[in-house]
Nanobody, 123 residues
Framework: QEQLVESGGGSVQTGGSLRLSCVAS????????MGWFRQAPGKPREGVAT????????KYADSVKGRFTISRDNAENTLYLQMNSLKPEDTAMYFC????????????????WGQGTQVTVSS
């Protein structure tokens, strides 16, 4: 099936950590680029991090550099987002996406999107 399924969201206190997972169908997973995006109620969607399939090169939004790490397990068709030092500003629905030409958090030209997993950070 052509799908992406996110998991790992939850509620944590400021400074806590979460690891999000995205299991994708092989066809979707093997697109050259995958990424994580997030959207809070009343706010525009913003890119978080991206990663290339072949090279493993990553890019991060300035707001998460040094705190979040994107990675992938090609044998399991799974994308990850390790989130440390979480802040209330990180509260949002997090989406997994695949199939971007530019593979840049500043772009949103992804063909495939998951349903999202909620992350809530309280002070």
């Amino acid at each position: 099936q052509e799908q992406l399924v996110e998991s790992g969201g939850g509620s944590v206190q400021t400074g806590g950590s979460l690891r999000l997972s995205c299991v994708a169908s092989e066809y979707i997973y093997r697109r050259n680029c995958m990424g994580w995006f997030r959207q809070a109620p009343g706010k525009p969607r913003e890119g978080v991090a991206t990663i290339y399939y072949n090279s493993g090169m990553t890019k991060y939004a300035d707001s998460v550099k040094g705190r979040f790490t994107i990675s992938r397990d090609n044998a399991e068709n799974t994308l990850y987002l390790q989130m440390n030092s979480l802040k209330p500003e990180d509260t949002a629905m997090y989406f997994c996406a695949a199939g971007s030409l530019f593979c840049d958090p500043g772009r949103s030209d992804y063909r495939y999107w998951g349903q999202g997993t909620q992350v809530t950070v309280s002070s």
